[in-house]
């Protein structure tokens, strides 16, 4: 995968600064750069309290990432099938046994993870995974695709050609953003010329997804050799334990921990970060539209017994207009857009304008049932009050809806102004069971009025 394509959507994902490319000479810069974005995001005091909450693991993660970070690690996870070796080679790559290995099934039934010896100094951190098909697979593979998505590279290891549930694996892999190499793993039970052929094909059938120079063959436990005791003559024969050959892989590993190891992690953790800044956002936006229904609903049912109430003409069209003044000031400080008292009026002013140029009759039936209560003295207002202060609801409601549109977009209409966004809004809410709610609840508060 292009580093330098990784490089720039970080880039854009993290700062609006220009930010030096991950050269030998600019990436301790851009990997400073990005350790100070997570610590900013780490420590960023407009994140609510309780999203910081629901998403505690998440920012557990970063701290551990931004840890590993100024610590100079390169975490590298081990992929494959059940039975591919990934637990031998990773095993042959530290040149101890540190992983468990075994002939059934399952045996790497959780993550493990142990530093490279060679590679100590550079902080190389292989990371043993859970089998991709086995039996009891979803759980551990999901554990797999997590540990993947905190890893920093990924050696998916295969022992032939490319079953389609592997390739899918690897076209999941590469999704992640993560840098890939192939190891093709038992390449001793095959000849030079089928391992030569075999790579190709690998090579083939990866592509876009591995680069050539990344496929690799290893043998992590190569089969034992026969060896013959010629020298007494006796034809006698022992198997001999033959060592891994991993070299090639061990090579590569080290010179990517020693070109791009910081530069890995910090791309790592900062796409990881922009998830994250991602999901803040959304529950963020998420809390403020359950504040902010809250809010109009309360303004609703203040207005429409307000309205249902008041036996003056035309006095409760003046005090709603109130209301909704004073409930598009609420909202602006839920959205942080904070609006005067004045601003808030001009809001109103707007979008009552654009209401009425859509629904004249409705505020013409507003009109008549206020002038209604003065003729009849209040003797009406039984039977007109529900359906008024209904009316009056509804008109919140959409008011309400309007100005936390124009407060989300950041104080603007957009590009097709007020009147479509209006309209959109009338267009999308559900009048008549907002009517037939409003009418139900003011009903309720008006029999238990005195």
């Known amino acids: 995968m292009d580093l330098d394509a990784l490089w ?11 930010v030096p490319a991950p050269t030998r000479t600019a990436s301790g810069n851009a990997d400073t750069r990005v350790a100070d974005s997570l610590r900013k995001l780490i420590d960023d005091p407009a994140i609510p309290p309780s999203v910081r ?3 505690a693991a998440d920012f557990a993660r ?11 690690e390169l975490h590298v996870a081990v992929f494959g099938r059940v039975s591919a070796g990934k637990s031998s080679l990773a095993n042959a790559l530290l040149g101890h046994e540190a992983f468990a290995v075994g002939v059934l099934h399952g045996t790497t039934t959780q993550a493990a993870q142990a530093t490279l010896d060679e590679a100590q100094h550079d902080g190389l951190v292989l990371i043993d995974t859970p089998g991709i098909n086995e039996l009891d697979g979803e759980a551990r593979e999901k554990l797999a695709f997590d540990v993947a998505e905190i890893c920093d590279l990924v050696i998916f290891v295969c022992d032939g050609d490319l079953t389609r549930e592997e390739l899918d694996a690897l076209k999941t892999l590469a999704a992640t953003q993560r840098p890939l190499l192939l190891a093709l793993n038992k390449a001793d039970r095959y000849s030079a010329a089928e391992r030569v052929d075999l790579l190709d094909h690998l090579r083939q059938r990866t592509q876009g997804l591995v680069r050539e120079q990344d496929v690799l063959a290893v043998a992590a436990r190569p089969a034992a050799q026969r060896v013959v005791d010629a020298e007494n003559n006796r034809g006698f024969s022992a198997e001999q334990a033959t060592p891994p050959d991993v070299a090639a892989l061990r090579e590569r590993l080290l010179a990517i921990a020693a070109r791009e190891g910081k530069t890995l992690s910090a ?5 990881y970060a922009g998830r994250l800044t991602d999901q803040v956002s959304a529950r963020i936006a998420e809390t403020r539209r359950a504040v902010a229904s809250k809010l109009i609903r309360h303004y609703c049912i203040a207005k429409g017994v307000a309205v249902a109430l008041n036996p003056i003409p035309v006095a409760d069209l003046l005090a709603a207009a109130g209301l909704d003044a004073a409930m598009v000031v609420q909202l602006s400080r839920v959205y942080g857009l904070p609006l005067t008292r004045t601003e808030s009026g001009r809001l109103v002013a707007v979008i009552s304008a654009q209401l009425a140029a859509l629904m004249g009759a409705i505020w013409g039936v507003q009109l008549v049932a206020s002038a209604l209560k003065g003729v009849s003295a209040g003797l009406s207002t039984v039977v007109t009050a529900a359906a008024q202060g209904a009316l009056g609801w509804y008109a919140t409601v959409l008011i309400g809806r309007a ?3 124009y407060l989300i977009a950041g104080k603007s209409w957009g590009e097709q102004g007020a009147k479509r966004a209006v309209a959109e809004i009338v267009a999308s809410l559900d009048r008549d069971s907002i009517l037939r709610e409003a009418r139900e609840e003011i009903l309720k508060r008006l029999k238990r009025a005195p």
Request: charged share 35%; no cysteine.
């Open 8 to 18: 720039q959507r970080l880039r854009n994902r993290l700062t609006s600064e220009p």
């Open 53 to 55: 909450h629901e998403l």
């Open 62 to 72: 970063i701290e551990s990432m931004l840890a590993r970070l100024e610590r100079g």
């Open 267 to 271: 791309l790592n953790a900062g796409l």
């Open 403 to 405: 100005a936390e549109r």
